[in-house]
């Protein structure tokens, strides 16, 4: 069944609904408070989704980010796991997986995919090597980057920018603009790295071609410019390429993954994502680069077989990594993804298309065009879900940005909030209660106002920051949801 080239079961009467390929056998109580409460706790957590307790979230839309649900086969494995701080027998099943995953030799174990980052740029990035392309950056990474004296340019198309669109493969290198930003470097030998980001997180987790990822290979190895996959987001990503992708359609996704990761010379990623687990990784089928970012695990991370993880989330891991070679594993995000925008679309919410993976990513800057970059539209919208409907999504706008050096905002290209479908967790008719609140919201969109910094933190200011409302706006919209929902849920 693994590698058929049914990507999705249809349904006979038409209808277009995505559908589960597993039962619940354990379940979480969730709880819906009134929106009178969700705006009590909303101001005592500063405006910040990241600050909500979960207590007070109804659907936890933030990340899938080690959220998402793990199959019996994973827990089944996270009894069996061997403890020991050298030479676990779980760090060898975890590498040989990994080894024949991805087709590459030597792999080295890090606690999370920002802790790779970490190595990665202390490892590359120096005065010499200022310098990485990526198609586009993720927050970690760039801050890791930019910790060590670096930069990071983006070689992302124009049409990759754009909210609405009918092109496939978003997250795909603009070739022309990737030589004229390595000119700009000052040629290859500025660049610590060239960075492919799969399913690419902050455009609206927007996939990248097979067809441009050897592009970018073959002008990379071309030049002698180190090539660096973050494959975190590969299940989505892989998804895309097997639908989308003509050629891709009849062949195995074991192919398809061994066919990436030859193109690279470093590949890492998070076990949060990638695996469904927790924990994360860097392998390379190169024995030079392995012995340079080697040295760096013990002094962050741990020792070389565990690196951080402990050995259940190891044997989590490498079950779920195996997992994602079935499409029918692999499907299920996009597919209630999808299940999701088509439900936003009907009320005529403006979302990020074609829709992607992890997430229905929402246009603020089209739902709200009266709040000002400068005020945070996307942190805004995404407290007034929270107060309409006890959903938590995530801002990914100018507020996951860092000020410029001159204490200037730096503008974001895309002011979204982002849904995140966490594989496995919520059911349809929970996606459509949270479209439905939205639908409301939508149709009173004129009631939300910006935010503005209480407290701003200096690095990753997102995730710890405190806003408040300008005005009463927040007030008043649950003012208007009582008026129209009377029993506050
Ligand atoms: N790369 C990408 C593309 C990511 O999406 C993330 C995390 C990381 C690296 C860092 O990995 O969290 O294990 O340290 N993304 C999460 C998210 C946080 O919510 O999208 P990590």
């Known amino acids: 069944m693994s590698d058929c080239t049914y990507t999705r079961v249809t349904f006979f009467s038409g209808e277009n609904l995505p559908l589960e390929m597993h039962k619940a056998r354990m379940v979480q109580r969730v709880h819906l408070i009134p929106a009178k409460e969700r705006l009590g706790v909303l101001t005592r957590t500063g405006n910040n989704t990241f600050l909500l307790p979960n207590r007070d979230v109804f659907l936890d839309m933030l990340t899938d980010s080690g959220v998402n649900a793990m199959s019996e086969a994973q827990y089944a494995a996270m009894l069996m796991a061997d403890d020991s701080y050298a030479g676990s027998e779980t760090f060898y099943r975890l590498e040989k997986t990994i080894q024949e995953f991805f087709?590459?030799?030597?792999?080295?174990?890090?606690?999370?995919?920002?802790?790779?980052?970490?190595?990665?740029?202390?490892?590359?990035?120096?005065?010499?090597?200022?310098?990485?392309?990526?198609?586009?950056?993720?927050?970690?990474?760039?801050?890791?980057?930019?910790?060590?004296?670096?930069?990071?340019?983006?070689?992302?198309?124009?049409?990759?920018?754009?909210?609405?669109?009918?092109?496939?493969?978003?997250?795909?290198?603009?070739?022309?603009?990737?030589?004229?930003?390595?000119?700009?470097?000052?040629?290859?030998?500025?660049?610590?790295?060239?960075?492919?980001?799969?399913?690419?997180?902050?455009?609206?987790?927007?996939?990248?071609?097979?067809?441009?990822?050897?592009?970018?290979?073959?002008?990379?190895?071309?030049?002698?410019?180190?090539?660096?996959?973050?494959?975190?987001?590969?299940?989505?990503?892989?998804?895309?390429?097997?639908?989308?992708?003509?050629?891709?359609?009849?062949?195995?996704?074991?192919?398809?993954?061994?066919?990436?990761?030859?193109?690279?010379?470093?590949?890492?990623?998070?076990?949060?994502?990638?695996?469904?687990?927790?924990?994360?990784?860097?392998?390379?089928?190169?024995?030079?680069?392995?012995?340079?970012?080697?040295?760096?695990?013990?002094?962050?991370?741990?020792?070389?077989?565990?690196?951080?993880?402990?050995?259940?989330?190891?044997?989590?891991?490498?079950?779920?990594?195996?997992?994602?070679?079935?499409?029918?594993?692999?499907?299920?995000?996009?597919?209630?993804?999808?299940?999701?925008?088509?439900?936003?679309?009907?009320?005529?919410?403006?979302?990020?298309?074609?829709?992607?993976?992890?997430?229905?990513?929402?246009?603020?800057?089209?739902?709200?065009?009266?709040?000002?970059?400068?005020?945070?539209?996307?942190?805004?919208?995404?407290?007034?879900?929270?107060?309409?409907?006890?959903v938590r999504g995530m801002e990914r706008g100018t507020l996951s940005e860092s000020r410029n050096p001159d204490g200037s905002e730096h503008l974001s290209n895309m002011e979204l909030v982002r849904l995140a479908v966490p594989k496995r967790v919520f059911s349809h008719s929970q996606l459509k209660y949270a479209a439905d609140r939205i639908g409301w919201l939508y149709r009173h969109r004129d009631l939300v106002g910006g935010l503005v910094f209480e407290d701003e933190p200096k690095t990753l200011r997102f995730f710890l920051g405190r806003l408040k409302p300008v005005g009463d706006w927040q007030e008043r919209l649950v003012a208007k949801f009582l008026e129209e929902m009377p029993s506050g849920l």
């Open 103 to 390: 087709g590459v030799e030597y792999f080295l174990p890090a606690h999370q995919g920002r802790a790779c980052e970490n190595i990665i740029a202390s490892t590359y990035v120096s005065p010499e090597t200022p310098t990485v392309i990526t198609n586009y950056h993720f927050t970690t990474t760039k801050a890791h980057v930019l910790l060590r004296g670096g930069r990071v340019l983006e070689a992302i198309s124009d049409a990759g920018l754009k909210t609405v669109s009918d092109l496939p493969f978003k997250g795909d290198y603009d070739l022309a603009k990737f030589d004229a930003l390595v000119n700009e470097a000052g040629g290859p030998s500025k660049i610590a790295f060239a960075r492919i980001e799969a399913g690419t997180n902050l455009i609206g987790g927007q996939p990248v071609s097979l067809a441009n990822m050897r592009e970018v290979s073959a002008y990379c190895r071309k030049n002698g410019i180190r090539l660096i996959y973050d494959a975190s987001l590969l299940a989505d990503n892989l998804f895309f390429i097997k639908t989308r992708e003509k050629e891709c359609l009849n062949r195995p996704l074991g192919d398809l993954v061994k066919e990436i990761a030859s193109l690279m010379d470093i590949i890492y990623f998070s076990g949060r994502k990638l695996g469904c687990a927790r924990g994360g990784g860097i392998c390379t089928p190169k024995r030079d680069e392995y012995l340079r970012l080697r040295d760096l695990v013990p002094l962050y991370e741990g020792f070389l077989t565990y690196g951080g993880m402990s050995v259940r989330e190891m044997e989590a891991m490498a079950v779920g990594i195996r997992e994602t070679l079935d499409i029918h594993n692999i499907s299920q995000t996009p597919l209630f993804v999808e299940a999701l925008g088509q439900e936003l679309t009907a009320k005529d919410v403006p979302v990020v298309t074609p829709f992607g993976g992890l997430g229905c990513h929402v246009d603020a800057s089209r739902f709200i065009p009266q709040v000002p970059q400068d005020q945070y539209p996307a942190a805004a919208l995404a407290s007034a879900i929270y107060l309409v409907s006890g």
